[in-house]
């Protein structure tokens, strides 16, 4: 087989959770000859390399030119380095959330736009201009290899990327206050809710802080690990679980489907996750949805329309507002006992979804590739 050639490789991400970034480490698993560069403010930048870790290695000087850029679910992001003249190939891991024109780049000036597969049926697209659009790259979703699963050391629980850059530009009080009350609603209820029914808990994942850390791990049995997880790690901890109770993220959800791994949703923390419980969950199971004292739905649907920020902030004060009442942390700790004691043994994952593929960071790393080789360069090879 003949050596890959070496090319030039600009990336961007929307930090919004850990989805976007964690596929980022899968396609840049595939290009071992890319020489990376990170676009973004001194921030974001940081929290992909911490994230990402030292098997990554970045370029600190840029080249005079690149040869391609790969953006995730950016859209800013890609208009801007499309500004730039360079070829982009823009990977949208969400298309079932985008309602208007400002929530996708300009298509005619990305090379491939690469929408990650889901069942279509159940939640058809309503952007304007990806409904009709036929220059969709349709690629399977993008995900660890699959492992075969050992199973035998209890649940795991991941609460996802709690802490995250603050895209939607939400006052730190309110973000930092909507952590604490999940957290209280919903994870601490959980663990007492699974030491009491003897269920052995292997590991509480999540980006989660110091003093909830010590908290946790207050609770639980040495031995048990808590806090965030390398990505290596993580997906060792998922070899050796025997169920995983973990928020509604698109990525983990994907994860778990492809190694065969039960599954319970807990309730949704942002406004990607409702759509994520409807369309990767069974017809008739229990996801754990907020009863509808804490979070009015029909409400949450008017407020779409005025976007992120205003469906986010809506979300993060119910969530707050229902952990300072007794009365409604009573009723979502009652849902969580209910769902956990009539989980079936499968989850509550559909396994049609199993259909939808695994090979999607392989499909974007050769687009890439293929990009970068039609450049009027001269390529050395790896």
């Keep these: 087989m003949p050596p890959r050639p070496k090319f030039s490789l600009l990336v961007a991400t929307r930090h919004v959770g850990w989805g976007a970034v964690g596929k980022l480490r899968l396609i840049l698993e595939k290009l071992p000859c890319a020489s990376v560069t990170l676009h973004g403010d001194e921030h974001a930048i940081a929290i992909t390399k911490e994230f ?46 985008r309602k208007t024109d400002d929530d996708v780049p300009e298509l005619t000036r990305v090379t491939h736009y690469c929408a990650q597969k889901y069942p279509i049926d159940l939640l058809p697209l309503t952007s304007p201009l990806l409904q009709n ?83 946790l791990r207050a609770i639980v049995p040495d031995g048990v690990a808590v806090g965030p997880q390398s990505p290596h790690a993580f997906e060792r901890i998922l070899t050796d679980a025997d169920l995983l109770i973990t928020s509604p993220g698109s990525t983990t959800i994907l994860q778990a489907l492809s190694s065969n791994l039960p599954t319970l949703l807990l309730p949704a923390q942002n406004r990607s996750q409702f759509p994520n419980a409807q369309i990767y969950s069974k017809p008739d199971a229990d996801v754990m949805r907020w009863p509808d004292r804490v979070l009015d739905m029909a ?84």
């Design 52 to 97: 990402l870790g030292s098997q990554h290695k970045f370029e600190v000087t840029p080249p005079p030119r690149f040869d391609v850029a790969l953006v995730i679910n950016d859209p800013l992001g890609a208009n801007g380095i499309a500004d730039l003249n360079i070829p982009v190939v823009y990977v949208d891991s969400l298309p079932y959330l």
């Design 133 to 215: 659009w036929q220059g969709i790259n349709w690629i399977d979703p993008i995900v660890p290899i699959p492992q075969s699963r050992r199973g035998g050391r209890g649940v795991v629980i991941n609460v996802g990327g709690l802490y995250t850059y603050n895209i939607a530009n939400l006052p730190g009080d309110l973000m930092n206050d909507a952590v604490d009350a999940y957290l209280n609603l919903v994870v601490f209820p959980l663990v007492d809710i699974l030491q009491k029914s003897d269920r052995s808990i292997s590991a509480i994942c999540g980006n989660i802080n110091v003093d909830t850390c010590r908290r």
């Design 299 to 382: 409400k949450l649907e008017r407020l779409y329309p005025e976007g992120m920020v205003a469906l986010n902030r809506y979300i993060y004060k119910s969530i707050i507002d229902a952990a300072a009442s007794l009365d409604l942390s009573d009723a979502v700790s009652t849902m969580i006992r209910r769902a956990v004691s009539n989980a079936p043994d499968d989850g509550v994952l559909n396994p049609r979804l199993s259909a939808l593929g695994n090979a999607g960071a392989d499909q974007v790393a050769r687009l890439l590739e293929q990009v970068a080789l039609g450049t009027p360069r001269k390529q050395q090879s790896c």
